[in-house]
């Protein structure tokens, strides 16, 4: 199949082998995600968490923190949750500080007993299933300094949490902090850094489309055509497109993830939460379509 006869199609998926070590992050078996914990946002408390109070007790959270479903074992024992320290799921490993985002690396437990289940559940809805689960984090532990300020652009109160005991990050389908995007399995920087040496060799990659016609699809299938107005429809829209995108090379030579996410960024009108779940959704695809290919 040519690149003529792939662009008149919808392409199901590309396989790049050099791609495959980045969707999910695994290390020696380990499993990582990456997680923007905050970013100075007034959240749904009227709060804001200042950088420097996570940047003050980052050593702390590193050494004695834990990574948990909804702050369960920092609210457990109060709470009268029955055996709250098996919502434990994982540890922090690193944090960075980019602007006003903390960024953090946690590893997720695993194993085989009763201790590891909820860590392969949480593992599971992130690489099992399609579209993965969303998960948002939220920062926990205790308040050391608060104060209360007028926000100049609102003129309403808000309260600077300015010193905590960093301790912990929940993981919520509900966040406090509405701006943060959704917990990954892959960074940005480590898909850069898999499109290998030689770059993304679109005439080698590209495999077959999807073998139907849009127009006689039924439910959700039938929005895989392009909208109207020139706007991503859904996922299978933006896929396609951005498979046809690379394929002509329009996202630039060897381009990087975070120039993907730029891309479809303003080529798309997408936000940048929205570009980052796409196009980390893309690289999922491209595995399982190498893997696909090897069992034929």
């Avoid at 791609?19 to 007034?42: C, D, F, H, W």
Wanted: aromatic content about 8%; glycine content about 10%; hydrophobic content about 35%.
């Amino acid at each position: 199949m040519n690149d003529a006869q792939l662009l008149a199609g919808s392409p199901e998926y590309l396989s790049i082998g050099s791609m495959l070590k980045a969707t999910p992050a695994l290390e020696s078996g380990q499993r990582y995600v990456y997680i923007e914990a905050s970013n100075e946002a007034l959240d749904q408390q009227n709060e804001v968490v200042m950088q420097k109070a996570l940047k003050d007790s980052a050593s702390w959270f590193l050494q004695y923190g834990n990574l948990d479903i909804e702050h369960f074992t920092l609210i457990g024992a109060k709470a009268g949750i029955p055996d709250y320290s098996m919502y434990e799921i994982g540890r922090p490993v690193g944090v960075q500080f980019q602007g006003s985002k903390t960024m953090v690396k946690g590893e997720i437990y695993s194993g085989d007993g009763p201790a590891a289940s909820r860590a392969n559940q949480f593992w599971s809805s992130l690489t099992e299933i399609q579209p993965p689960a969303r998960w948002y984090p939220s920062v926990g532990g205790s308040v050391m300094e608060k104060a209360v300020e007028i926000d100049p652009a609102t003129k309403m109160r808000k309260a600077m949490i300015k010193k905590v005991r960093w301790s912990n990050i929940g993981f919520s389908k509900t966040p406090v902090n509405q701006t943060v995007p959704t917990v990954a399995t892959v960074p940005l920087e480590t898909l850069t850094k898999s499109w290998g040496i030689g770059g993304l060799d679109i005439a080698k990659a590209l495999e077959a489309g999807y073998g139907t016609d849009s127009a006689t699809l039924e439910g959700g299938g039938a929005l895989r055509k392009q909208s109207l107005h020139g706007a991503i429809a859904n996922y299978f829209d933006f896929r396609s497109r951005l498979s046809a995108a690379l394929v002509k090379g329009d996202t630039g030579k060897n381009p990087g993830a975070r120039q993907l996410v730029a891309y479809c960024g303003k080529k798309f009108g997408l936000p940048p939460g929205e570009a980052a779940e796409y196009v980390e959704r893309f690289m999922r695809d491209l595995k399982q379509g190498l893997e696909k290919r090897r069992k034929l």
